[in-house]
């Protein structure tokens, strides 16, 4: 029999056939949406918008057993990391919000045990559903102990009874936390911080390049930045873009610099120290030259203006460096075509820049950007 939308009794089987139909259903959904050109930020919310928000019902009753959850992961492996390897780790970092170095990439074993545990927290109530009576009924029956008593002592069962075998075990995590936030009818909220990932020391940023200070995650995440570029300072932050040994069988190049080649390639090398993109920062410099008097230009435009538009430009000279160098070295190792010269790196940058500013005095028209001649001429 099926009951707003879940097969009952639920048995072994009836929740087979639940998540089955579930997952035959996401699969095509995140294919599609996984060839959507979007941000990490983007594609995670895309993630829970569209493809989790349709499961989370079923999930609130019965979870999904482990192998339904590892699919359920790789479709949002797929949507939000495209197929690449070179991420910080989905079960730890990537989960933190951006504030703390993460992206909020969904933590499924938590939400599914958060919610599990929740539905457990019925049997607290003073006047419990008709289920749960007859839930409680039949564990009283099979082990002589109430389910309130189980979840007191952490105890679980050995019989796969759904919902009490998750629900249980996922009591169990969190009474470990907090022996009385169970008995206060918690909301998913105030679940979810017990069980998430918490890392011992705040994760701070991998130094990068003096002209990208200041260099927290407030800034990499700043609003003025186009959000592609926050995802590649983001990837530099945590030395985690593919350079070296991780591409040696990929770039034609090997693990070489392609600038640089005898030059073991690392993300410190390609965004700070190679001779020749480094020039790159200093074409920034220059063109930042022409708004402010300072030592540091560039840093300073962000630092020391007042004016937000002035910060604005800043930060989108630095995005301008920064997609530049990804994208002369992504085009030479991945893509293998020519290595591009110092002049065509130039224009690479000048093109960038300026549809940068194009689109900016679109939107703010009193922004004080150079002209594009005296961009031009600055570098």
């Given at each position: 029999?099926?009951?707003?939308?879940?097969?009952?009794?639920?048995?072994?089987?009836n929740?087979?056939?639940?998540?089955?139909?579930?997952?035959?259903?996401?699969?095509?959904?995140?294919?599609?949406?996984?060839?959507?050109?979007?941000?990490y930020?983007?594609?995670?919310?895309?993630?829970?918008?569209l493809?989790?928000?349709?499961?989370?019902?079923?999930?609130?009753?019965?979870?999904?057993?482990?192998?339904?959850?590892?699919?359920?992961?790789?479709?949002?492996?797929?949507?939000?990391?495209?197929?690449?390897?070179?991420?910080?780790?989905?079960?730890?970092?990537?989960?933190?919000?951006?504030?703390?170095?993460?992206?909020?990439?969904?933590?499924?074993?938590?939400?599914?045990?958060?919610?599990?545990?929740?539905?457990?927290?019925?049997?607290?109530?003073?006047?419990?559903?008709?289920?749960?009576?007859?839930?409680?009924?039949?564990?009283q029956?099979?082990?002589?102990?109430?389910?309130?008593f189980?979840?007191?002592?952490?105890?679980?069962?050995?019989?796969?009874?759904?919902?009490?075998?998750?629900?249980l075990?996922?009591?169990?995590?969190?009474?470990?936390?907090?022996?009385?936030?169970?008995?206060?009818?918690?909301?998913?909220?105030?679940?979810?911080?017990?069980?998430?990932?918490?890392?011992?020391?705040?994760?701070?940023?991998?130094?990068?390049?003096?002209?990208?200070?200041?260099?927290?995650?407030?800034?990499i995440?700043?609003?003025?930045?186009?959000?592609?570029?926050?995802?590649?300072?983001?990837?530099?932050?945590?030395?985690h873009?593919?350079?070296?040994?991780?591409?040696?069988?990929?770039?034609?190049?090997?693990?070489?610099?392609?600038?640089?080649?005898?030059?073991?390639?690392?993300?410190?090398h390609?965004?700070?120290?190679?001779?020749?993109?480094?020039?790159?920062?200093?074409?920034?410099?220059?063109?930042?030259?022409?708004?402010?008097?300072?030592?540091?230009?560039?840093?300073?435009?962000?630092?020391?203006?007042?004016?937000?538009?002035?910060?604005?430009?800043?930060?989108?000279?630095?995005?301008?460096?920064?997609?530049?160098?990804?994208?002369?070295y992504?085009?030479?190792?991945?893509?293998?075509?020519?290595?591009?010269?110092?002049?065509?790196?130039?224009?690479?940058?000048?093109?960038?820049?300026?549809?940068?500013?194009?689109?900016?005095?679109?939107q703010?028209?009193?922004?004080?950007?150079?002209?594009?001649?005296?961009?031009?001429?600055?570098?």
């Open positions: 029999m099926e009951t707003l939308g879940v097969i009952l009794p639920l048995t072994t089987a929740i087979t056939t639940l998540w089955q139909n579930l997952i035959t259903k996401l699969t095509p959904l995140a294919k599609s949406l996984a060839t959507r050109s979007l941000s930020r983007g594609r995670v919310l895309v993630a829970k918008s493809v989790l928000s349709r499961i989370w019902y079923h999930a609130s009753i019965t979870s999904p057993p482990r192998p339904f959850r590892k699919h359920i992961r790789s479709l949002l492996m797929q949507i939000i990391w495209h197929g690449s390897n070179s991420h910080p780790p989905t079960d730890t970092t990537a989960t933190l919000p951006l504030s703390q170095g993460g992206i909020s990439f969904p933590d499924l074993d938590v939400e599914f045990d958060i919610r599990a545990a929740k539905l457990m927290t019925t049997f607290f109530n003073p006047n419990p559903p008709f289920w749960a009576r007859m839930l409680n009924h039949a564990t029956t099979s082990h002589n102990r109430s389910i309130p189980l979840i007191f002592n952490q105890q679980g069962t050995t019989l796969p009874l759904e919902p009490r075998w998750a629900g075990n996922a009591c169990k995590r969190i009474w470990e936390k907090s022996s009385t936030i169970l008995l206060s009818n918690p909301s998913l909220p105030q679940l979810r911080p017990l069980l998430s990932y918490s890392p011992l020391n705040p994760i701070s940023p991998t130094p990068s390049h003096p002209s990208l200070t200041p260099w927290t995650w407030q800034e995440f700043h609003v003025h930045r186009p959000r592609k570029v926050a995802d590649i300072m983001w990837r530099i932050a945590h030395n873009i593919p350079t070296g040994t991780r591409v040696s069988t990929l770039s034609p190049d090997g693990p070489h610099c392609p600038w640089c080649p005898l030059v073991l390639n690392s993300t410190s390609l965004f700070v120290s190679c001779s020749t993109l480094s020039q790159v920062w200093t074409w920034a410099d220059n063109i930042a030259r022409l708004l402010t008097n300072h030592l540091s230009p560039l840093t300073s435009l962000i630092l020391h203006s007042r004016l937000e538009n002035r910060q604005r430009i800043g930060r989108l000279i630095q995005s301008a460096v920064i997609h530049t160098i990804w994208t002369a992504t085009d030479r190792a991945f893509s293998h075509k020519d290595t591009l010269s110092l002049n065509n790196i130039k224009h690479l940058f000048l093109s960038t820049l300026i549809s940068y500013r194009h689109i900016d005095l679109a703010h028209s009193k922004s004080p950007w150079p002209s594009p001649i005296s961009i031009s001429k600055a570098i």
